[in-house]
Every structure is written in C-alpha cells, then in structure tokens.
C-alpha cells in the first residue's frame, strides 16, 4: 500500500491511524469536519469536508488510491450515545457518511476499505451480567443493540459487506471496544470513561472526591491505542474480511478504573455515584476469532495505557 485516504482523520483513532501509516511510508490523506485537536497532521493533503455531502465524498476518494479507512462518524461517550436526545443526528449522519464513502469508492474503482464498527452491536440481552464471559462475533444475531448508535452501526456493516458481494470491493470490519489513550476529547460531553476519569481525577485535590455514574458496578473492557491501530494493521494485511472484535478482554468495574486512577495519580479520592446514563452491565472482548484468523490478541496490560493517558491529561489541563 502506497497511498491511502483515512475518513474521519480529526478525530482520536483517526489521527492516530494516519501517524502510524505515514511512519509506516504511506502517502496518506485526511478528511474530517475538523482537524486534529491535539496533533499536527502527518500526512499529505488534509481536506475539511463533510462526508454527509456526496460531492466531498467524491472529492475525496480519488483513483490513486490503494485503501480507504472509514472512521468518520457521529459519536461519543455514554453522556452523548445513551441519553436518547442524538439518537436522529447519529442514525442521519453516520449512515450518510458510510454511505457516501462506500459509493464514492465503488465509482473510483478503490481495492480495498476498512470500516471501524463497534461493540456496541451486540445484544442489550446477553450484557446484563457485570461478569461478562466475553462477546463472541456470532452474538452480534438476533440482534438488539442497545442504543440507535449500536443500530447504525450493525445496519452499515451490512451495507460493508453487501457492497463486498455485489462491488467487489475487498472490504475490511472490526468491532472496536472502548478505545482510549492520548490525544483524544477528555471534556465536551463526549468523552468516553477512561479519559472523563482521568480528568475528573486529575482535577481533584488528593482526599477529594469524584462522581461516577451508576453504582460504578458497571464493566468494560478497555484497549489501548496503539493495540487497536496494531489490529488494524493486521487485519488490512489479511484475507479475512470480518467483522472479528479488536478489543482487550482485561474486564474492569467503572468504580475500579476510577480506583486505578486515583492510585496512577497518587491521591486519595473517594467515589460519589450520582444518576447519569450507563449503557449494558457488562460488556468485554472476546477474543478466540481474532487469534485463530490473524494470530494475534490485545494483550498489554490496561493500567500500562491508564497511565499514559492520564499523564497526557493531567499535563493538558495544567498546561489551561
């Protein structure tokens, strides 16, 4: 691969995904609403655009092109996905942008496209216990996410895959569980967990205390960046078109990576749980399908990227 355009290149993965392939000698290209927050651009041409509109889409996929990485999507934490009140925004937008990008690739001729879906297709059903055994890709059916966000994302990995069948596209989709680390939103009101923790942590004098939403029982699997940007790689190189998870299967109570926070940052911080949205019990990554088909797992440790990622923040607001 010598050329590549990454969709959704200001935002966290995104911008991560475009350092890793222009490192990696690939001309690589950006489209986003936005450009990065946190990072200068490492690559090549960077568009401001709208993927909701077909005419920038179309802009943006151009011949030369030997992949298309598709990460542009309208999302957030619990706070933004679970109240309900974006529910028509994140339907509407994301499935525009998927499926202007798809479209736009079929008519230039593009070989191959990776589509980042979501954990959060699975059903709300099989994600009551807090001891979640792990989601196996083959639960994704019958389906029942719970939330419009996880709906979006299941129907548009069916489109992904139908235009891999009639196109010919060589079409690439992984679920993506709970991705965190540097350089990504840690306010605004759609940061996910591990980063609204670190800043509540690091804005918290030692003996302070924290809110968390729920009864903090609620569990998570957590993966670091560079191990998703690592799956990715491995993915893009295979013959396995997916979808397979790209998740760590290290499951953690919210009220423990507050506790691994508070210990990262060395303060004694006490919880104070407060009603808020909370999504599933338990969600974590199962990963068997991964390691059978791309001989490889997520296996570094989550307070290893909590520490990382808590530095970066905490660096971030002393900085104002």
Same mark, same amino acid.
């Given at each position: 691969?010598?050329?590549?355009?990454?969709?959704?290149?200001?935002?966290?993965?995104?911008?991560?995904?475009?350092?890793?392939?222009?490192?990696?000698?690939?001309?690589?290209?950006?489209?986003?609403?936005?450009?990065?927050?946190?990072?200068?651009?490492?690559?090549?041409?960077?568009?401001?655009?709208?993927?909701?509109?077909?005419?920038?889409?179309?802009?943006?996929?151009? +011949?030369?092109?030997?992949?298309?990485?598709?990460?542009?999507?309208?999302?957030?934490?619990?706070?933004?996905?679970?109240?309900?009140?974006?529910?028509?925004?994140?339907?509407?937008?994301?499935?525009?942008?998927?499926?202007?990008?798809?479209?736009?690739?079929?008519?230039?001729?593009?070989?191959?496209?990776?589509?980042?879906?979501?954990?959060?297709?699975?059903?709300?059903?099989?994600?009551?216990?807090?001891?979640?055994?792990?989601?196996?890709?083959?639960?994704?059916?019958?389906?029942? +996410?719970?939330?419009?966000?996880?709906?979006?994302?299941?129907?548009?990995?069916?489109?992904?895959?139908?235009?891999?069948?009639?196109?010919?596209?060589?079409?690439?989709?992984?679920?993506?569980?709970?991705?965190?680390?540097?350089?990504?939103?840690?306010?605004?009101?759609?940061?996910?967990? +591990?980063?609204?923790?670190?800043?509540?942590?690091?804005?918290?004098?030692?003996?302070?205390?924290?809110?968390?939403?729920?009864?903090?029982?609620?569990?998570?699997?957590?993966?670091?960046?560079?191990?998703?940007?690592?799956?990715?790689?491995?993915?893009?190189?295979?013959?396995?078109?997916?979808?397979?998870?790209?998740?760590?299967?290290?499951?953690?109570?919210?009220?423990?990576?507050?506790?691994?926070?508070?210990?990262?940052?060395?303060?004694?911080?006490?919880?104070?749980?407060?009603?808020? +949205?909370?999504?599933?019990?338990?969600?974590?990554?199962?990963?068997?399908?991964?390691?059978?088909?791309?001989?490889?797992?997520?296996?570094?440790?989550?307070?290893?990227?909590?520490?990382?990622?808590?530095?970066?923040?905490?660096?971030?607001?002393?900085?104002?």
């Amino acid at each position: 691969m010598t050329t590549a355009l990454v969709c959704g290149a200001g935002g966290f993965i995104g911008g991560h995904l475009a350092k890793r392939l222009a490192a990696a000698g690939v001309r690589v290209r950006g489209v986003d609403l936005k450009a990065h927050a946190y990072a200068p651009w490492p690559g090549e041409a960077f568009t401001i655009g709208d993927l909701r509109d077909p005419r920038v889409a179309d802009a943006a996929v151009t +011949p030369d092109l030997d992949a298309v990485y598709q990460l542009a999507a309208d999302m957030g934490g619990a706070g933004y996905i679970f109240t309900g009140a974006h529910d028509a925004a994140i339907l509407h937008n994301s499935a525009m942008c998927n499926l202007n990008v798809l479209e736009a690739c079929r008519r230039h001729g593009v070989p191959r496209i990776f589509y980042s879906s979501s954990a959060c297709i699975y059903p709300e059903g099989i994600q009551q216990d807090p001891r979640n055994p792990g989601l196996r890709e083959a639960d994704a059916y019958p389906a029942q +996410p719970d939330s419009d966000y996880g709906w979006e994302k299941l129907f548009s990995e069916r489109l992904y895959l139908a235009y891999h069948r009639n196109c010919g596209i060589a079409v690439r989709i992984a679920r993506f569980h709970n991705v965190f680390g540097p350089e990504g939103d840690f306010d605004g009101g759609r940061e996910k967990a +591990p980063a609204a923790i670190c800043r509540k942590v690091a804005g918290a004098a030692d003996g302070g205390e924290i809110e968390i939403w729920g009864d903090g029982e609620q569990t998570r699997s957590f993966l670091y960046i560079d191990e998703c940007l690592e799956g990715v790689a491995r993915l893009m190189d295979s013959d396995f078109t997916g979808p397979v998870n790209i998740g760590s299967d290290e499951l953690i109570s919210i009220n423990g990576l507050a506790r691994m926070t508070a210990e990262i940052a060395g303060k004694r911080i006490r919880l104070r749980h407060v009603p808020g +949205p909370l999504g599933v019990r338990g969600r974590r990554s199962e990963n068997s399908l991964i390691a059978e088909r791309l001989g490889w797992r997520p296996t570094r440790p989550l307070r290893e990227g909590m520490e990382r990622t808590y530095r970066w923040i905490e660096a971030r607001l002393r900085a104002g």
